[in-house]
């Protein structure tokens, strides 16, 4: 919005900072934070007087997390806002890219916000059935995979970009869209599976965002991606200003989340974060340094897999609990060491996946 200040500048003068993305995204992210701070405590106090018990507890939890019971639930509600707010402000408003993301990241929130809202109300752990929320995930992926895909180059349109390889693309054709189902919604759903513990799927998400975004604003410039040596996808950078509110946004939620935690993001934000994540990847033809820079992610979401598939072939598990970070608090990890030991390969990952820029 406040992109057309810029053209008051007449080739000139301070006005003429709008036009760079780095100030916009730097704008974006400053004024998600303090949004953050601003509308903490007041959620926080108005979700624990509407939730009263808070989010339901597991009982085949880990024994620790009985202590976090009536603890509100739905904080991804704050970084959504900051998110939304600082996005329409300072991003330019003509740029199919950005609001195809942010159609992704509300989509998912009211998936989350729905299961959320059934948790809180039944106080049970099952929420809206898993099938529903599949089903309504592939649908806004597969809209999102076909909008995204026509909005790019022709000569990109329908293509699997491969890390690594210089001018390589493959022709998807028809299987692009499920493809993008795919990434968007494996994307959201691994990042739901992750957020188990105190601080622990906020972090590698601001990480992996702050990741695609420095490539999408790469991918986005002509002569950073002939330099390069990447597909350039023209528009691509303004999401860097979305990923700059994100991380703004994250970080205020971060200040209530840290250990011991005064408020979950809960699926409201795990959701749309994940979802965020994959329609990025998916846009700036990443999907695969995804894979990488959220690895994490992945780690968590296979153990899920393994562990299901395994107990149902053999009645016998391969985890002590799965997601894998609950294994590590069965095996007597403290769930800060948990935490910040996943924070650190998050960021390592992240520095393989920038790695593939150069390394080609």
Do not use: C
Request: no cysteine; glycine share 12%.
């Amino acid at each position: 919005m406040l992109y057309w200040l810029s053209e008051l500048a007449h080739g000139g003068g301070i006005f003429n900072l709008f036009r760079y993305i780095t100030f916009r995204a730097g704008g974006a992210f400053f004024t998600a934070l303090i949004f953050g701070f601003l509308f903490g405590r007041p959620l926080i106090d108005f979700l624990r007087a509407r939730q009263k018990k808070g989010q339901p507890i597991r009982s085949d939890g880990p024994q620790s997390h009985f202590s976090k019971a009536g603890t509100p639930t739905m904080g991804g509600m704050l970084i959504l806002g900051a998110l939304v707010v600082s996005t329409l402000l300072w991003a330019r408003l003509d740029n199919v890219y950005v609001w195809l993301v942010l159609m992704v990241t509300l989509g998912f929130a009211a998936i989350g916000f729905a299961d959320d809202w059934k948790k809180v109300t039944k106080q049970n752990t099952k929420g809206v059935s898993s099938r529903v929320r599949f089903l309504l995930g592939l649908l806004f992926a597969a809209v999102a995979g076909y909008l995204t895909a026509h909005a790019q180059p022709a000569e990109l349109t329908d293509t699997l970009a491969l890390p690594f390889f210089k001018t390589v693309l493959i022709q998807m054709g028809y299987f692009f869209v499920p493809f993008a189902m795919l990434v968007i919604v494996g994307a959201a759903n691994a990042v739901n599976l992750t957020d188990g513990l105190d601080g622990l799927a906020i972090m590698p998400a601001m990480i992996a965002a702050g990741t695609l975004g420095l490539i999408a604003y790469v991918v986005g410039n002509y002569n950073y991606a002939t330099y390069l040596d990447l597909h350039f996808v023209p528009g691509t950078g303004e999401l860097l200003i979305f990923v700059s509110a994100l991380i703004g946004g994250g970080l205020g939620f971060l200040w209530y989340n840290a250990p011991p935690a005064a408020v979950f993001m809960g699926d409201t934000g795990s959701l749309a974060l994940g979802g965020a994540l994959g329609a990025i990847a998916v846009a700036i033809k990443h999907e695969i340094v995804l894979a990488i820079v959220g690895g994490l992610f992945v780690v968590e979401a296979l153990s899920v897999i393994i562990q299901v598939a395994y107990f149902k072939r053999t009645g016998k598990r391969v985890f002590l609990m799965a997601p894998i970070h609950h294994h590590f608090e069965k095996k007597g990890w403290a769930e800060p060491q948990i935490v910040i030991r996943f924070w650190i390969i998050s960021l390592i990952l992240a520095l393989i996946g920038l790695a593939t820029l150069k390394l080609r």
